[in-house]
């Protein structure tokens, strides 16, 4: 039986993903491929890669605040709010000169097209730009200019790309990480990125909501309740950890009866 993972999209709540991995290699079920978006497909990508779980939290656990600073590189806005030197080294430094034909695992990150406003699958060139423009959040990250192409973000189109792969696996399992909000509450200043990310936010449950109507997956890991954390909090990753691997292990045991 070919078992397929489905990771969304997620800012650095996206760290979550590490404990699902986790808690199916202590069970032995193997991840026959795998698809992504955005911080999903960081995630998976590594994973695909051949990366052990001790090896992703190790990288996790040692991310500090300034690291966190040095990554996420502000600027005076023009083409984005950040400039995204900082992502895009970090991102060479963890995925080296690896490209698809160096994966373990077939592995599919989804970028969005803002050319034809379509989802794109990338399936080849350097594994680092693929998930870089996977994760390029609109106005925060300059997009990838790939061939005829501008990329952005996958979770604009797809922000739980189960379509990818459905087709070619006999059970899916897919880790969502859209955060159901509450009413915002309008107390104090707020600053305007925030209601960016917020709208973002809303776009991707809602578009998740009918990803998963209409096409779901047959095991489902819901993070609904992971709003506590920041998208870009990438320093707090031992507390995300410490969160989903609690969440994990309450709600998948059902899956290993479903197997």
């Known amino acids: ?42 995630v998976g990508g590594l994973y695909s ?80 730009e693929a998930v870089y423009a996977s994760s390029a959040i609109p106005g925060f990250f300059k997009p990838l200019k790939l061939r005829d192409m501008i990329l952005v973000d996958g979770g604009v189109a797809n922000p739980i790309p189960i379509d990818v792969i459905r087709h070619k696996v006999d059970f899916l399992i897919a880790s969502r990480i859209i955060p159901q909000y509450d009413n915002l509450k309008l107390t104090g200043k707020i600053l305007s990125l925030y209601y960016v990310l917020r709208s973002l936010s809303i776009v991707e449950a809602s578009l998740s909501e009918n990803i998963l109507e209409k096409n779901p997956p047959d095991f489902l890991v819901d993070f ?4 506590s954390f ?22 998948m045991q059902a899956l290993l009866s479903k197997l």
């Open 1 to 42: 039986m070919k078992i397929g993972l489905t990771l969304s999209v997620g800012g650095a709540r996206g760290i979550a993903h590490l404990s699902v991995l986790k808690f199916l290699e202590k069970h032995n079920i193997k991840i026959d491929m795998v698809s992504g978006a955005s911080m999903g497909s960081i």
């Open 49 to 128: 890669l051949g990366y052990s779980i001790t090896e992703l939290e190790n990288f996790v656990n040692s991310l500090t605040k300034k690291d966190a600073k040095k990554i996420l590189d502000f600027t005076i806005p023009k083409e984005s709010l950040l400039k995204g030197e900082g992502v895009k080294e970090y991102l060479k430094y963890l995925f080296k000169d690896a490209t698809f034909d160096d994966l373990k695992i077939p592995f599919y990150p989804v970028a969005t097209d803002l050319v034809s406003g379509k989802p794109v699958v990338i399936s080849e060139g350097y594994l680092w």
């Open 224 to 227: 609904k309740n992971i709003i």
């Open 230 to 251: 920041n998208v870009f909090s990438f320093e707090k990753g031992k507390d995300i950890l410490k969160f989903s691997d609690k969440f994990v292990e309450k709600n």
